[in-house]
């Protein structure tokens, strides 16, 4: 079946780096976009990034936007998301997901579990 395994996050003070990966399973890896999202407590889910199935597109939202990069390794079927800059604004649950067309577009259908990321001094 279709597995999503989010790892990579902890506890890191403002201005650190942390690296989120995101080992896939049971699909086809190469057919799909796959994106990362957050949710803070009490905040609804924002999307952070996106890369296309071919890694030839990459989206960011605006608030990570110099700070983060995404990038994906077809051989071992994992998505990175490499975080610099850390901000209290960063802390969250962070999923990653795959999204159906490929390209970005918005259409999400399978989840991981989440890893935890707080920036914290």
């Known amino acids: 079946q279709v597995k999503l395994v989010e790892s990579g996050g902890g506890l890191v003070q403002p201005g650190g780096s942390l690296r989120l990966s995101c080992a896939a399973s049971?699909?086809?890896?190469?057919?799909?976009?796959i994106a990362w999202f957050r949710q803070a407590p009490g905040k609804v889910r924002e999307g952070v990034s996106c890369?296309?199935?071919?890694?030839?597109?990459?989206w960011y939202a605006d608030s990570v936007k110099g700070r983060f990069t995404i990038s994906r390794d077809s051989v071992k079927k994992t998505v990175y998301l490499q975080m610099s800059s850390l901000k209290a604004e960063d802390t969250g649950v962070y999923h990653c997901s795959t999204e159906i067309s490929g390209h970005c577009r918005g259409h999400y259908d399978f989840w991981g579990q989440g890893t935890q990321v707080t920036v914290s001094s």
């Open positions: 049971g699909f086809t890896f190469d057919e799909y976009a």
């Open positions: 890369v296309s199935r071919s890694a030839t597109s990459t």
